[in-house]
C-alpha cells in the first residue's frame, strides 16, 4: 500500500510538468519550440508555466496586481519573504521615469523597450549548438560597453539610467538583465494601450560581451530579417508581432535626410501602443510627419508574415496577446536557468486599455534638433540605424 501510494505520488509529479501540446502556427512555421534549460527538462512550477507560454498553451499576460510592501528598498526588501519585493521599488522608480505628462509613455520608456530588444536578441540558435551559448537577455549591452556598437546607437541615456538605477538597487541582489528585460516590460504597459507582459526574474549576468552582429537592419531583406529571428527560435508570425514595437518609436539615424526626417515617428501616434502602424506601414504612402523602415515594408508584404499583419490591423487584443507571447521568448534568449527564475508580474503597474488622446500625433519630448542626438530625445525604441 505505501509503496503504491509513492509510485502514484511519482508518477502525478512527473505528469505536473509534462510537455504541453502545441498548434501548428498560421503563419507557415513550425510550432513554438522550448529554449534554454527547459529543452533538457522541466523541473518546477515556474518552468512549466514559461513552458506553456513558450508553447502557446498559456497567456503572456497577467493582470494580477501585488500590494507594495509599506517598508520597501533595499534596506526594507531584506527583511522580507517576498522575493519580489525590491521590484516594487524599482517599479516605482520607473513609471516616475516613464510616464510622460500627457499620460503617455515617454523618450525614456522608447528607449528602454530598445534596450530591452538590442540586449536579448545577441543569440543565435546556432552558435549555441556550435559551442557559442552565450549573449542574449544577460545585461551585456550594459556591462561590456557594447553601446559602442553601431547599431546600440542612440541608447545612451537609456543605459546611464539602467548603471544608476543598478548602482541603487544591487544591494538587493538583482541582476543588470534582469533590470534591463523589467524596464522593457515595464515601459510597454506604461505605454496606454500596451499589454502588461509576464515577467520573470532571476537572470545571470554576463561574463563576457555578446556576439556582434546578429540585430536587425532596417534595411535587410524579409529572408535576412526571417533567417535571422528564426535562428532565434522566433517564428515570422511572432516576428511581425514583435515589429509593431515600432508603434511607438522613432528614427534618428536612418534617414539620408536627417535635416527633413529627424525624430519622426513610425506611426502618427508615437507614446501610444496601438495597432496604427500596422494599417500605416501598408498604404501606398507615408502618414504626414511619419517615417517609413524598409524592413517593416517588406515583412508587411512577405507572405510568410502578410497574412498576421494584416490580421493585428484594427485588433488590439490580438497584437497585445501575441506581441506578450513573443516578448516573453525574446526576454528568456540566452538565459539556461529559466527553471530556476521567479515572477514578479504582480510589481508592474497596471495596464491602461483605453487612452483618450490615442489619435493625437504628438511626442512627449521638446523641439528636435540635429544637434540634440546625444541627448535624451535622440533615442528610439526601434531598430534604428
Known amino acids: 500500500m505505501y509503496n503504491s501510494i509513492i509510485i502514484l505520488l511519482l508518477v502525478t509529479f512527473v505528469h505536473s510538468f509534462a510537455l504541453p501540446q502545441t498548434t501548428k502556427p498560421d503563419d507557415g512555421s513550425e510550432p513554438g519550440v522550448l529554449i534554454g534549460d527547459l529543452v533538457k527538462k522541466i523541473t518546477t512550477p515556474t518552468g512549466q508555466t514559461i513552458a506553456n507560454i513558450l508553447l502557446g498553451t498559456e497567456t503572456a499576460q497577467s493582470q494580477d496586481i501585488g500590494k507594495a510592501p509599506s517598508n520597501g528598498g533595499v534596506a526594507g526588501c531584506k527583511k522580507s519573504t517576498d522575493q519580489c519585493c525590491i521590484w516594487y521599488s524599482i517599479s516605482a522608480d520607473l513609471t516616475n521615469s516613464f510616464k510622460g505628462p500627457s499620460g503617455r509613455c515617454n523618450a525614456r520608456a522608447r528607449m528602454a523597450i530598445r534596450l530591452g530588444f538590442h540586449d536579448a536578441g545577441t543569440w543565435s540558435k546556432t552558435l549555441a549548438a556550435a559551442g557559442k551559448d552565450f549573449g542574449g537577455a544577460d545585461g551585456s549591452l550594459v556591462l561590456f560597453n557594447e553601446i559602442t556598437r553601431q547599431e546600440n546607437r542612440g541608447l545612451e541615456v537609456i543605459v546611464g539610467l539602467a548603471k544608476a538605477m543598478f548602482q541603487k538597487y544591487k544591494g538587493s541582489g538583482i541582476s543588470m538583465a534582469d533590470l534591463i528585460q523589467y524596464a522593457a516590460t515595464h515601459a510597454v504597459v506604461t505605454c496606454p494601450l500596451g499589454p502588461r507582459t509576464r515577467i520573470f526574474v532571476g537572470r545571470k549576468d554576463a561574463t563576457k560581451a555578446a556576439p556582434d552582429g546578429l540585430l536587425p537592419s532596417v534595411n535587410s531583406d524579409a529572408d535576412t530579417l526571417i533567417n535571422l529571428f528564426q535562428d532565434k527560435t522566433i517564428s515570422p508570425h511572432a516576428l511581425t508581432a514583435l515589429l509593431g514595437a515600432h508603434s511607438t518609436s522613432q528614427q534618428f539615424f536612418t534617414s539620408p535626410n536627417l535635416a527633413k526626417d529627424f525624430g519622426k515617428p513610425q506611426d502618427t501616434t508615437p507614446g501610444v501602443w ?3 502602424f500596422y494599417n500605416e506601414t501598408i498604404q501606398p504612402n507615408p502618414a504626414p510627419k511619419t517615417f517609413r523602415f524598409a524592413s517593416d515594408s517588406v515583412i508587411a508584404k512577405d507572405p510568410r508574415s502578410s497574412t498576421e499583419w494584416n490580421a493585428f490591423i484594427g485588433d488590439q487584443s490580438h ?67
Open 274 to 276: 496601438d495597432v496604427s
Open 319 to 385: 497584437w497585445n496577446s501575441d506581441y506578450a507571447e513573443a516578448y516573453v521568448r525574446l526576454s528568456l534568449l540566452g538565459v539556461n536557468n529559466i527553471n530556476n527564475l521567479t515572477e514578479c508580474t504582480k510589481t508592474l503597474p497596471k495596464a491602461q486599455p483605453t487612452f483618450k488622446g490615442s489619435t493625437e500625433g504628438l511626442v512627449d519630448q521638446k523641439k528636435l534638433k540635429r544637434r540634440n542626438v546625444e541627448r535624451e530625445e535622440s533615442s528610439s525604441s526601434g531598430c534604428t540605424r
